[in-house]
């Protein structure tokens, strides 16, 4: 009687574990022409290339967001060519849950294509409470990226970054921390955020000394935002860094989004999105819809020449997108069938930005 207990409870178990099993199985297969549909740039003078379009995880993957949706999304990313996903260890909300959703996402899905992914992680901002929870110190992060790799459960990530420069920690101890982490085996390679032309300099030769090159530089560019064009593009060629532009949309200002007020599934709309109402102004739309002009004639979405613009400098390894649907990840993957412009497209972009 025991042993007939036992061989049902088996029989059961072994149904229920092949049930989950199978609804977990990834869709892919090493056959996928997934590779086929992208484009790689290398990553400056690194080993490394990045697809043109990564893409982000800073909204839409957090606890506060479907996970059936941002699960669509990723694997989408993913059957698309897109092999670059990038996160921080603030991403949410709440913080931290980004992480957390895609660690979840990647075991189910993409536990057998871990060598086919570059997967980042930055820390900078503030993280937890007390006086080691923020910034630059080694103490935050070295235990910042621990806390990653845990949540994410990954051995180690593929780029790890300074998330932003820290006024008071020497630059040496923050850079000697990335050398340390890549020593480790936490981390192949290192990257720097929102660092100034100067820190970019300062940086990249302290940890070219150290032996661990900086591979890759991560600033906010988009029509909206053309600082990078100023000092940081240069310094950036000059170390023979790659640079990945986040933001290209504008939070979505740069696409149709917002051309007819604001719509309530937004980013501008939602009370935890970092695109603030004010930003969706009268004199942003109206540059938007000049602009909207020129890609109809280039038989482009808004979104897709806003992307091709990025992408127009050389200098620019891949466009760091956000998507909060399939529909939108798809429409910004197409931006990849129309990169070029006439001179002439560009002196009217130009002229609209700066008017
Ligand atoms: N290093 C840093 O300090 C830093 C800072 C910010 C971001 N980042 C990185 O950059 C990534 C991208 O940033 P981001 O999300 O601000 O990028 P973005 O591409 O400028 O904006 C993405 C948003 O634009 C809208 N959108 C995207 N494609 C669209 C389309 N085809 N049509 C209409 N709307 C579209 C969506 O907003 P809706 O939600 O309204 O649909 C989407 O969530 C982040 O995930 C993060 O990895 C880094």
Known sequence: MFDGFLVNFVIRFTIHSLKFHFNMLPNYSLTH?????????????????????????????????????????????????????????????????????????????????????????????????????????????????????????????????SHRPDPWTPLEETMATLDLIVRQGKALYVGISNYSAADTKRAAEMLRNM??????????????????????????????????????????????????????????????????????SEFAIEKVKKLNEIAQQRQQSMAQMALAWVLRDRRVTSVLIGASSVEQLNVNLGTLNTLSFTNDELQHIDHILNS
């Open 33 to 161: 022409p997934r590779y086929e549909k992208m484009t790689y740039n290398r990553c400056g003078n690194s080993g490394l290339l990045l697809p043109a379009i990564s893409l982000g995880l800073w909204h839409n993957f957090g606890f506060v967001d479907s996970i059936e949706n941002g699960r669509n999304i990723l694997r989408t990313a993913f059957d698309s060519g897109i092999t670059h996903f990038d996160l921080a260890n603030n991403y949410g909300p709440p913080a931290g849950s980004a992480e957390e959703n895609f660690g979840t996402m990647l075991k189910h899905d993409f536990a057998t294509h871990r060598d086919e992914l570059i997967i980042s992680t930055k820390a900078g901002y503030a993280m937890w409470t007390g006086p080691y929870g923020e910034w630059g110190s080694k103490k935050y992060l070295v235990s910042s990226l621990d806390q990653s790799l845990k949540r994410m459960q990954l051995d180690y990530v593929d780029i790890f970054y």
């Open 211 to 280: 032996g661990t090159p900086c591979l890759i530089h991560q600033p906010k560019y988009s029509m909206f935002v053309r600082e990078p064009e100023g000092e940081l593009f240069a310094e950036i060629e000059r170390q023979g860094m790659g640079c990945i532009a986040f933001s290209p949309l504008a939070q979505g200002l740069l696409t149709n989004r917002y051309l007819k007020g604001i719509p309530a599934d937004s980013r501008a709309a939602k009370p935890h999105g970092f695109l603030q109402q004010e930003q969706v």
